[in-house]
């Protein structure tokens, strides 16, 4: 496996493989790779010839007072479990090799972002849209992988791929989880041993709510109610949001297959995301 660092020979890999009739699999990752970025890049070395792991930390996508600074950087590791799982390039770029001069050109989109973490984040969902255009452009992949833990991510850039003729077809993948249930994440090594043990009130309220609808309630502002209840009850942990949304991302008041129950939940200073589409096998 080799580690790419500019954007002129990642373009030359992947002009030979188009050349040679080789179809590319693109894993975009902000690196600290875990088990749910491996499912991804497994997945993409089982459906494509070569397969390429970015590793960028993305400042555009940052907001002023996130964690852009302190997010965990380990691209010897990173090397490591994509080698392992047999992935073909890591490209890691610099930022100035991304973002040699301020950008003046963005990939927005309109709509999708008005709730949940678009309107929690402003400029997060440009800063990605943006850099995952230029990942398209830079790698020309055949497929990319995204994981449905950041589910409003996926949504928008399956309909910005659509939308401006991406040739990418994009390939959703499932949520990850530590056997307790909590959903894998890079930010999950900011957590204390105690912070670790409240952040399980994410995916324990999502078994709630799951039985709750599977028991036939059809309200979304008694399940809302009922996980903001639990979550009060937890030390450390403060709600950003709790909805319950449309797959165009509007709350609804009543619950129907296809909906998506998100919630963001600040454990100490860590922000942790996580969703269930309500119709689908809770698999923990
Ligand atoms: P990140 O490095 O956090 O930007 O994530 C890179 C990709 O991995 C995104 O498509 C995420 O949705 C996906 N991902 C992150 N955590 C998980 C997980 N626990 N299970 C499945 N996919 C994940």
Redesign the pocket.
Same mark, same amino acid.
């Given at each position: 496996m080799q580690i790419i660092k500019t954007i002129n020979e990642m373009r030359a890999i992947t002009k030979r493989l188009g050349a040679d009739g080789k179809s590319i699999g693109l894993v975009?990752?902000? %690196?600290a790779l875990h088990a %749910?970025?491996k499912?991804?890049i497994d997945r993409s070395v089982s459906e494509n010839d070569a397969t390429i792991v970015s590793v960028f930390v993305n400042p555009i996508q940052f907001g002023p007072n996130e964690d852009f600074e302190k997010y965990p950087r380990t691209l010897d590791a990173d090397a490591e479990i994509a080698s392992d799982s047999r992935a073909d390039y890591i490209f890691a770029p610099s930022a100035a090799e991304m973002y040699p001069q301020k950008n003046l050109a963005y990939v927005d989109i309109t709509d999708l972002q008005d709730n949940l973490c678009g309107a929690k984040r402003p400029g997060h969902f440009r800063g990605v849209c943006t850099v995952v255009s230029k990942l398209f452009n830079i790698c020309s992949p055949n497929k990319a992988y995204? %994981?449905k833990?950041?589910i409003q991510?996926l949504y928008i850039i399956k309909q910005m791929t659509s939308d401006l003729n991406f040739s990418t077809e994009v390939v959703p993948?499932?949520?990850?989880?530590d056997k307790d249930g909590l959903?894998? *994440? *890079?930010r999950n090594v900011y957590l204390s041993p105690d912070e670790r043990k409240s952040a399980l009130v994410l995916s324990l309220s999502i078994k709630k709510a799951y039985s709750a609808i599977s028991d036939g309630e059809t309200s979304s502002q008694i399940v809302i109610n009922m996980i903001k209840g639990m979550i009060a009850g937890v030390e450390n942990a403060k709600i950003d949001y709790v909805s319950i949304v449309t797959p165009q991302f509007k709350d609804t008041d009543t619950i129907d297959d296809g909906n998506i129950l998100a919630l963001a939940v600040y454990i100490g200073k860590t922000r942790l995301i996580d969703n269930y589409i309500i119709g689908e096998t809770l698999c923990f």
């Open positions: 975009p990752t902000m %690196g %749910g970025h499912s991804l995204f %994981g833990k950041d991510q993948c499932e949520i990850m989880r959903a894998l *994440s *890079s």
